[in-house]
């Protein structure tokens, strides 16, 4: 996402876009884009803590406008995802509650496309479980609570947007009798993570959201 953000100010001359690695002993200079990685990947719940402990006080600085990402690898056919979002839900609540001048973003979850290999093709048919289809199941449970409990105007909406084509079709599996959402071909360069294409058209929601924050918060 942060890629994307650098390789869209660089393409449109924007420099007032800067994106730097937070460094946690001093407050960057001017407004910034601010990223850090927080967790593990693999383990959600600990980026949910250690998101929580940076805006309780880590950082050297209490930012405007805050959110974390999950990875599409923190979701397995074995995840708990209602459970999770429970956890993410009430987190966000807190920090919202002790940081009451932040204003706090939701994400959706990364994609993954949908490239089944003969093996999980006989398994489909013979209705035995699809290692990847049901960790996607549990993306979807996720991004649908986020969608359901957040103002879209809160949300960026990552997963939406990778599974847009360029000309707005969606990029969509049925799987008994539910649609799901997977990553399109075209924007990434392994089926997970994106290409240059990708990460700009993440980064545009990215700014789309972000700015429509600003202009609520008479930033």
């Known amino acids: 996402m942060m890629d994307g953000l650098r390789q869209m100010a660089a393409e449109e001359g924007i420099d007032a876009i ?12 001017g407004t910034v884009f601010g990223h ?4 593990e990947n693999q ?7 250690e998101f929580a402990e940076k805006i309780g006080g880590e950082l050297p600085f209490e930012p405007d406008i805050a959110f974390m990402k999950f990875c599409y690898v923190d979701f397995t056919p074995d995840t708990d995802a209602r459970d999770l979002f429970s956890h993410y839900r009430s987190t966000m609540s807190r920090l919202s509650e002790e940081h009451p001048h932040v204003r706090f973003l939701h994400t959706t979850v990364p994609l993954v496309t949908r490239t089944l290999g003969i093996k999980d ?3 489909l048919v013979l209705g035995m479980p699809v290692w990847q289809d049901d960790a996607n199941a549990k ?3 996720f991004n649908r609570l986020i969608r359901e409990t957040y103002d879209r105007d809160l949300i960026i909406d990552v997963a939406g947007v990778e599974s847009t084509r360029p000309d707005g079709t969606r990029q969509q599996y049925t799987k008994d ?9 075209a924007y990434t360069t392994d089926g997970g993570h ?9 980064a545009a929601e990215l700014v789309w959201v972000i700015a429509r924050n ?6």
């Open 177 to 185: 009798g539910k649609t799901y959402d997977s990553l399109v071909p």
């Open 36 to 39: 850090s990685e927080v967790g």
């Open 214 to 219: 600003v202009d609520a918060i008479g930033l």
């Open 121 to 123: 093709r006989v398994r």
């Open 194 to 202: 994106l290409n240059d294409l990708g990460k700009r058209k993440v």
């Open 139 to 141: 993306r979807h449970e």
């Open 43 to 49: 383990d959600p719940r600990s980026k949910i803590e």
């Open 18 to 29: 800067h994106v730097v690695q937070l460094d946690e002993e001093s407050a960057p200079p």
